[in-house]
């Protein structure tokens, strides 16, 4: 991507919310490295990644990597020794992953028995609090002030780990219109497929290189989806983002805790209709 500075919104990587973060953060950390566990995820999920090792980076905290899956076989003693610290500290990503139709809210209680404190980076939160395992010292940031403050009270607000970005620059103003809708267990099922269509989030993982998702979001001018993380990334971009609803809260109570303050070029709407013939 190359530098230019169109019609490009500040957005929120300045906000009062990521500078709570930071020091919760630095708190946290006691001044020693901690294990980032890297929630499996698609390519949307790899820009949070993204965001997120830029906001580690940019912070200067020490930190060391780790894939959910690696982190569930390792032990306490093999991830303190990982991380040269004093306590196995984890940094649990941000995302969505706490969905009854997801498997992860039933594995988190074995991870963090391999914790002695975990922080989870502003999440979704769609199943209680108490069937996840977290104990009283853990801390739980939500990305929502509704769904996720219903399941999650005693966690914190902060926006989306993506928004940190803050906005991301592009060589021009892309035109057309790109049609990026999802076509798993979050879709409205009656809800109509654009012709064109294409699910690019499928299209790579967390772990995914940046580049390829989001040239191929800058080539539009237009963006119709219900992807949160293409919404937020076009955006963050300049375009004109016309954001869906999806199958559960999500994408609803994100946009009026975050987007809509944020982004006059994002309109959000409960279902997505085809132009008439």
């Avoid at 610290?85 to 991870?111: E, N, Q, T």
């Amino acid at each position: 991507m190359q530098h230019c500075d169109h019609l490009q919104p500040a957005g929120l990587a300045g906000s009062i919310e990521f500078i709570r973060l930071e020091e919760t953060l630095r708190e946290f950390a006691e001044d020693e490295s901690f294990i980032f566990v890297v929630n499996k995820g698609n390519w949307g999920d790899g820009l949070i990644r993204y965001a997120t090792e830029q906001f580690f980076r940019h912070n200067a905290f020490r930190y060391v990597s780790v894939p959910v899956a690696r982190a569930m076989t390792m032990s306490p003693d093999d991830l303190r020794q990982l991380s040269s610290s004093s306590k196995v500290r984890m940094v649990y990503s941000g995302g969505g992953a706490f969905l009854d139709k997801y498997r992860m809210h039933k594995k988190i209680p074995a991870l963090i028995e391999r914790s002695e404190r975990m922080l989870v980076l502003p999440h979704t939160f769609a199943v209680p609090r108490r069937r996840l395992g977290f104990r009283r010292t853990d801390i739980l940031f939500r990305r929502d002030e509704s769904g996720s403050k219903k399941f999650a009270p005693r966690s914190i607000f902060c926006h989306d780990m993506a928004l940190s970005l803050g906005r991301i620059a592009t060589s021009g103003n892309g035109s057309g219109v790109g049609y990026f809708f999802r076509g798993d267990v979050e879709k409205i099922e009656d809800m109509p497929v654009p012709e064109g269509n294409r699910d690019i989030s499928t299209e790579g993982k967390e772990s995914t290189p940046m580049s390829g998702f989001l040239d191929a979001i800058a080539r539009f001018g237009t963006i119709h989806t219900n992807r949160l993380h293409i919404s937020i990334a076009a955006a963050m971009m300049g375009r004109r983002v016309h954001l869906y609803a999806n199958s559960y809260f999500k994408n609803n109570s994100i946009y009026e805790a975050s987007l809509k303050q944020a982004f006059s070029n994002l309109t959000f709407h409960q279902r997505y209709t085809a132009p008439s013939a």
